[in-house]
């Protein structure tokens, strides 16, 4: 069994990636809600961002890193990293697409403005979200096509690459303007919807407060 501690805020899209991995894993673990940028944070990761975890004598930061670790060192089914060296670089590719173009705008642009502004008691930032938009519209574009009607991003299944985005997808729809640009995005809609009945991801959704 895991010893496996997670530090960071539930409502953070990459917290849930590794939620996610763990669930599909099927390992325990227990989670401290540190935000990002906390005191208590900056003593898991040296600028303060969500998520860090420790295992043992093991202390990782770094989404990605954190997950490949999971997926290397609890080595039940499923595998998250395709075998396939192509499927395997294609996975990666999706990851740093949606690390430099998709959440680099999707979080900061209109998810933190539209959503959690007014969690922190700050008013909604209109026009960041406005300048940001059209920086949304051109990821999402590009995922959307290199899906090409496929249930999974790489291959014939579920890997890391779905567990990063799917949790940006889903903050995104609680805002007017996500929903909006997903109408347009049909193979992106259609993953999304099949993303939305995978377990781990509905075990890990997040609770906004008052909701």
Not at 163 to 174: C, D, E, G, S, W
Not at 179 to 198: F, H, K
Request: some cysteine; hydrophobic content about 35%.
């Amino acid at each position: 069994m895991s010893d496996l501690t997670i530090y960071g805020t539930t409502l953070s899209p990459f917290t849930r990636t590794v939620r996610m991995c763990l669930e599909e894993k099927e390992e325990a673990y227990r989670i401290y809600e540190y935000a990002p940028g906390s005191d208590e944070q900056k003593q898991e990761h040296p600028l303060g961002k969500v998520p860090a975890i420790r295992d043992a004598d093991l202390h990782l930061y770094e989404t990605l890193a954190i997950c490949i670790y999971i997926d290397e060192e609890y080595t039940s089914d499923p595998q998250l990293q395709p075998r396939d060296s192509v499927e395997k670089a294609d996975m990666f590719q999706r990851i740093s697409l949606y690390m430099d173009e998709g959440y680099s705008n999707i979080g900061p642009g209109l998810v933190i403005p539209r959503l959690f502004n007014p969690l922190m008691g700050k008013p909604v930032d209109e026009d960041r979200i406005k300048r940001a938009l059209p920086r949304i519209k051109r990821y999402l574009t590009i995922a959307d096509k290199e899906l090409r009607g496929q249930r999974w991003m790489v291959g014939d299944e579920m890997s890391l690459a779905d567990l990063f985005v799917a949790p940006a997808i889903y903050l995104m729809k609680r805002t007017p303007e996500g929903q909006e640009l997903l109408s347009d995005m049909e193979n992106l809609s259609a993953w999304y919807t099949n993303m939305s009945n995978v377990e781990s991801f509905r075990e890990t959704e997040p609770k906004f407060p008052g909701k």
